[in-house]
């Protein structure tokens, strides 16, 4: 869940998988259409999966139970449509509702590109030679603006450094990839990998996992405290009050998750100083976990502001 709501910046819409199979809602289906109702994301298609598993009466059931659970929801009027998988039934159906019910939105191209890094690794194998290794590369999606190779980037906060601030790193994309293979240019829209010549010891391991990525001078200023607006989850499983300063807590915001500290919280608005800065626009969507047990809980969410 902290995922999905920390990430909400890159998402258009969502499919709502629930298997018929299943007594509807199951705890983690209840919390997913929690995120949805969260994040004010209208643009649904409902999946019910599994079909083939249960009866024809019982399909129906289990349709019934799908529309009383999305009820004054966000996702009260979506499609429903029944899916089996394995035989590829109804799947052209799912594709027709994504694309009528999830439009494309319009994309600045023209803007500054931003990307948040949700994956950083190195692809050279042991034992290569010197001569041929590659640069390290990192994966993640553009949210606005477009990239080609040859065009120089830099990323914020930087390399981690132990007991000091994160050093910001400047390179060059050297190539760019997606699912079908290598690209010109990329722009919003999907995943994308993006080649760079930074030494791949740098990106090993998702050591960059977090960082914005952009022109260089455009990127968000970076910041070891936020002020966010505050609102709880409503939680049956445990009890969840306001935070209160002092209070340890992680922070899950874009692509980069954190530990902070409550330094203020008064009406609805608090204070977190971070652990490990991160680089973010105004009125990001930031969720927070508290501890409760052995186990860090999702107990409420805001916007930066």
Known sequence: MTTVISASSIMDGALLLIAANEECPMPQTAEHLMVLNILGIKNIVVVQTKVDLVSKEKAKEHYAQIKEFLKGSVAENAPIIPVIANHGINVGEVARAIQEFIPTPNKDLDAPPLLYVSRSFDVNKPGVEVSSIKGGVVGGSLLRGRLKPGDAVEFLPGIDREGKQPKPVATEVSSLMCESGPL???????LIALGT?????????????????????????????????????????????????GEPIVVSVQTSTTVGIVANYKKGNAVIKLKKPVAVEEGSTVALSRRVGQRWRLCGWGKTK
């Open 184 to 190: 010109k240019e990329a722009h919003s829209g999907g």
């Open 197 to 245: 010549n930074l030494d791949p010891s740098l990106t090993k391991g998702d050591s960059l996992t977090g960082c914005a990525v952009g022109t260089p001078g455009s990127l968000p200023k970076v910041s070891a405290e936020l002020e966010i607006t505050y609102s709880p989850i409503e939680r049956t499983e445990f009890d969840n009050p306001p935070p209160k300063p």
